[in-house]
């Protein structure tokens, strides 16, 4: 299955930001969204509120 991520979303850091986002998610092997993604849930669950739910899709082998 696959996750439909349909919103967008962009923020700035400070310098190096994104290259340490990088450098974690591939340690993790995990694209850099993907990491970035999960650790927001995990904060926003942190703050007691519910992340929405993820909307998967499922791959069709044509």
């Not at 700035?12 to 450098?23: D, K, L, S």
């Not at 974690?24 to 995990?30: F, I, K, P």
């Amino acid at each position: 299955m696959i996750a439909s991520y349909p919103e967008f979303m962009t923020m700035r850091g400070p310098q190096g930001f994104t290259a340490a986002i990088n450098e974690a998610a591939a340690r993790e092997n995990l694209s850099l969204s993907e990491f970035a993604r999960r650790a927001i849930l995990e904060r926003i669950e942190r703050t007691g509120v519910t992340p929405p739910a993820v909307k998967h899709t499922v791959k069709r082998e044509d």
